[in-house]
């Protein structure tokens, strides 16, 4: 058998992404283990065309139906299909010319191509952490039923993966996820409420695209990933704890019945847990900076400040109810950060759009998929309709 014919074929949805881009920086590297079968853009259709070109994959989709024909235009005489339309992404997606999916759409949009692509029982390396935060249930029901093995992408359940390696059989006390605090770690409202944009977007540790960066800094983004954690590993909700890290070292940990604790640890590095995804069940080598300890840092740890950001205490809660409020409180957050990243709220102002979005919509105990897309959408529209133009 030749080495071409055992490459992984790797599916990238959402290429453009800083996921994206770390994962084709991941296969770049290792170019005798992967290939790329499949990218995908929404809006961004130069760095699609500069991505095609040089990896040559099977299949190029930009969600931007407008852009269709420059893409189009610049990959003519390339055996690359093109197609175009959120529609386009859930038929490639069903397609059978890739062995894995790299779910790195971000927000709600990744929940469909996902879910194809477990229909058709394709591994998937999860990046989006919204496609379980929205609905975790019917995902996960339906990847046992078409033994559509979920890697997760996200640091911190990159970390709890595999320190479950060989621990199948024993059962987890609690496990607890690590938050860096983000750039305003110790900072008070009456700090917060001056805080634009660009500051915001500064974070201390960690190199990754604006949405995920706001949800750091307002501690969203480990509400959501608690959400996640909470289906993707089978746990109730009084098993997932959040520490503050700052050090970013520790990336999450879990604690035994029998009060052992194992943790993963690394420099702050996504392309680390994306090329543990894309390789799994192998470890490969890389060039990846190390942590030396024998020029440790003080690694601390403190309770969150709920207090100051109340979006924890929202996910807790969206957590412990279940049913859509988890929707909700995803669909409001994704406004309420595209509302402040164009300076129309301010920082404080996106928990209380959330708050008030999850108290005004109907609650739903158990959701249909398609009554999840409902709530999503109702939710959106009640968040926009509160943002003053």
């Known amino acids: ?10 599916a990238i949805f959402g290429s ?3 996921v994206g881009k770390q994962a084709l920086e991941v296969i770049d590297a290792n170019p005798n283990i ?22 040559n994959p099977n299949v190029v989709v930009i969600g931007d139906d407008k852009k269709y024909s420059h893409v189009k235009a610049a990959l003519a005489g390339h055996p690359i299909k093109v197609f175009a339309g959120e529609k386009a992404l859930e038929e490639v997606a069903a397609m059978d010319i890739y062995d894995m999916m790299l779910a790195a759409i971000v927000g709600f949009a990744g929940l469909r191509p996902t879910l194809c692509a477990i229909r058709n029982g394709k591994a998937i390396a999860l990046a989006n952490k919204e496609t379980l935060v929205v609905a975790g249930d019917i995902v996960m029901k339906k990847a046992m039923e078409h033994k559509a093995p979920i890697i997760p992408v996200d640091s911190e359940h990159s970390a709890i993966f595999q320190c479950l390696v060989g621990e199948t059989r024993n059962r987890i006390e609690k496990i607890i996820l690590t938050a860096s605090g983000g750039p305003f770690l110790g900072k008070k409202p009456n700090f ?20 995920i960066t706001i949800d750091s800094a307002t501690l969203m983004n480990k509400g959501l990933e608690m959400i996640e954690a909470r289906w993707l590993f089978g746990l109730l909700p009084d098993q997932v704890q959040v520490v503050i890290h ?6 999450s940990m879990i604690m035994f019945e029998d009060g052992s604790i194992k943790s993963q640890m690394g420099l702050p590095d996504m392309k680390l847990p994306i090329q543990y995804a894309l390789a799994f069940p192998r470890r490969i080598p890389s060039n990846f900076p190390r942590y030396d300890f024998r020029k440790p840092n003080t690694l601390t740890f403190e309770e969150p400040d709920t207090k100051t950001f109340r ?15 988890p929707c909700v ?16 709220i301010g920082f404080l102002d996106m928990t209380d759009l959330v708050e008030r979005t999850m108290q005004e919509l109907p609650f739903i105990p158990n959701p249909t998929l398609e009554e999840y897309f409902d709530s999503d959408g109702e939710a959106r529209n009640f968040a926009a309709s509160l943002i003053k133009l």
């Open 16 to 18: 453009t992404g800083s």
């Open 329 to 344: 409180l995803n669909a409001a957050n994704e406004i309420a950060v595209f509302a402040f990243l164009r300076n129309r």
């Open 311 to 325: 979006n924890l205490v929202l996910a807790t809660e969206a957590l412990n109810k279940g049913g859509n409020l």
């Open 246 to 251: 700052p050090q970013s070292i520790i990336h």
């Open 192 to 211: 917060l409420v001056n805080v634009k944009r660009d500051h915001a977007l500064q974070h201390p540790n960690w190199s990754m695209g604006a949405k």
């Open 1 to 10: 058998m030749s080495n071409a014919s055992v490459k992984k074929r790797i």
């Open 34 to 55: 992967f290939s790329v079968e499949v990218l995908t853009a929404h809006s961004n259709d130069d760095l699609l065309i500069k991505q095609a070109l040089h990896f």
